[in-house]
């Protein structure tokens, strides 16, 4: 069942400004054949003031591409063409309230949409340079183009290493086998990887699989007096902030119960389908900084006794 | 045009029955007493374990007759359609090692088509994907010059999900055995639809699932014909006479043998009564929509299935509309799946794809009524035409197709 807000479910079953604008100066005309999904823009812009009048769309796709071109005209009717040309496909899926992650390349189009139409009206080419491929990780929104690209240019060649670059497989991590999939094409193209030795007929192929080499043990971790720990706590969590903060959320400590580390995530992190992700980045984080295992817990179940 | 406001029918139209079906009451008030006085492990020696065992032997009969099989003991009970085709598949190239190719249709379904992708990749077997023709009928000349004696198992749909098009099973199977192949058949959509004799068939191996004929979830059955070489996937006890380990699904084994032994009584009614409101649905969406088709084979396929595509519109849409008017249906649209693709059945009868991503599945059932095949008839003019008004594809005044070129990413 479709995962909409009530805002995109709004725009698709009544959407604002659909059909032609006979009077339109500027025309966009995109479309994404691996979703099917095509969507012609059209907009009438004051010579004069730069102002766009009057927006309307036509387009061929699914809910959410429907509610994206809706949502769309609403906000740039009344802009300036420049300031409108500021807008992202971000803006448009905040609008509606957030979209699936599998949708953003709806409102991708409808981004694209708006600069086709006002390079139309400049009388420029526009050239779509976005390129888009299956969805990999469900939990950021990178798809397989991104992975790819992401591998060739820096010259990838682990599952963490994509993880680092594109934060792809880093939350719920059930997209590994996906990833390295990507990645052992990729490299399979550029020549890094070596071709696996031919099986013998009637074999699984586990014999192709070598042991891996031992891990040296990690060095054991100097003891920390509670002071120390709690501030190597602290430390880390700010040293997060900047990023989560970016996301338009924020972190903060709220106890130390041995192993358990209990946080409370604010702001746009409350309630995001992502927060799972953004604690387990946390305890990634912390238990890196302190040489051993902890757990971090939203603050909601801590102990009655202990609050 | 405007959708009309007529009244749904009581708790919603559910025209998705190929997904899966309502548990029948008479199959569930079969099941409840295995959840509570029956509740004992059919291996037990003590007489809980005893009543439970005679029950598990009973549905398995009743399995056996709506498959028309020659003896009980051909049948495996499993967690369902999945399970039993990769059962067939995986137990087949391990009986036979040395023979390294498939023969299989590009219109399977995941569970089929998926795990073929695997064995291609990873552990090197050729795989021979035969296509169809644009109303999804298998080309038989590519069929025939795949077979040969390296093949180890053929897996062929008896009847496809999507489209409800029906394959010549006993044919393909006899070519199957004449190469010396092992011949398998999904037949989830065509059990309790089609009139089946196992007994007197070349088919070796069959897949079907509980849910799709008012069983629960979690349910199926791999039919294996006596003497074929089987090797199973899951080890760990004697259940289903070694070929299937792990405690007996009691309760859910039962609901099906209960749903089996209903399925056999209703199979005239699916091809009267049933084909009857599926064909009259049909032609009054066909009368009154412009520019939309039928897919598929209409002369050979399910009693229950009609899968109309809408052109110049998209599917998932169409489903969210018909959902406002408390009809289930569903789509070969790429954007109702998660992925970007549309649905490979389409793709693969050459469905254009403007066409393809606007593909409508109504798929009936027994329960479904006359009212409430009026409804569906007298609002989806209305929802197609609503989504025209919003498509580039389409020229309002006119009703027709328009130039539309947009720069494609």
Known sequence: MWNYTDKVKEHFFNPKNSGVLETANAVGEVGSITCGDALRLMLKVDPDTQIIKDAKFQTFGCGSAIASSSALTEMIIGKTVDEALVLTNRDIAEYLGGLPPEKMHCSVMGAEALRAAIANYKGEEWVDDHEEGELICKCFGVDAAMIERAVTVNGLTSLEEVTHYTKAGGSCQTCHEKIEEVLEAVMAKTGALKPAAKHTPGTVGLDAIKPLPAKPEPAAAPKLTNVQRMQAIMGAIEEMRPQIQRDGGDVELVDIDGKDIYVRLTGACSGCSQSAGTMMGVQMKLVEALGEFVRVKPASLMPAHAG | ?409
């Open chain 2, 1 to 409: 045009m405007t959708i009309p406001n007529t009244t749904i029918p009581n708790q919603g139209v559910y025209l998705d029955n190929n997904a899966t079906t309502r548990v029948d009451p008479d199959v569930l008030a079969e099941m409840l007493p295995l959840f509570t006085e029956h509740f004992g492990n059919p291996s037990s020696m003590h007489a809980f374990g005893a009543a439970v065992g005679g029950k598990i032997e009973w549905a398995r009969k009743q399995v056996q007759a709506l498959l028309g099989a020659a003896h009980d003991s051909e049948i495996i009970f499993t967690s369902g359609g999945t399970e039993s085709d990769n059962t067939a598949i995986l137990s087949i190239i391990e009986a036979y090692p040395k023979k390294r190719e498939i023969v299989t249709s590009v219109v399977e379904h995941p569970a089929v088509l998926a795990l073929c992708d695997y064995l291609e990749k990873k552990r090197d077997y050729k795989i021979h994907r035969i296509p169809v023709d644009n109303k999804g009928n298998l080309d038989i000349d590519a069929y025939r010059a795949a077979l040969s004696d390296q093949v180890a198992i053929v897996s062929i749909m008896w009847a496809n999900n999507e489209t409800g098009t029906i394959f010549p099973i006993e044919e393909l199977a006899q070519m199957a055995k004449a190469v010396g192949a092992v011949f398998h058949t999904d037949a989830v959509q065509a059990v309790g639809k089609i009139p089946m004799k196992l007994a007197d068939s070349a088919v070796d191996m069959l897949s079907l699932s509980g849910h799709k004929l008012h069983a629960p979830k979690g349910i199926g059955a791999l039919y294996v014909k006596r003497g074929l070489r089987f090797r199973p996937m899951l080890r760990g006890g004697h259940q289903e006479r070694s070929r299937r380990a792990g405690t007996e699904n009691a309760p859910a084994i039962v609901g099906l043998g209960a749903a089996a032994h209903l399925a056999l009584t209703h199979m005239g009614e699916e091809n009267t009564r049933v084909k009857a409101q599926r064909d009259r649905l049909e032609q009054a969406i066909l009368a009154a929509v412009p520019a939309c088709f039928v897919t598929g084979n209409p002369d050979h396929r399910l009693p229950n299935t009609c899968n109309i595509a809408f052109e110049f519109i998209e599917g998932e849409a169409i489903l969210l509309l018909l959902n406002e008017q408390g009809i289930a249906a569903s789509s070969g649209s790429a954007c109702t799946s998660g992925s970007l693709e549309p649905s490979h059945v389409m793709r693969a009868m050459g469905v254009p794809y403007t066409a393809a991503h606007g593909a409508t599945r109504f798929s009936l059932s027994r329960d479904t009524t006359d009212a409430e095949i009026d409804h569906v008839i007298a609002v989806v003019p209305g929802i197609i035409a609503k989504l025209r008004s919003l498509s580039p594809y389409w020229e309002q005044g006119a009703a027709k197709p328009k130039e539309f070129a947009p720069v494609y990413s």
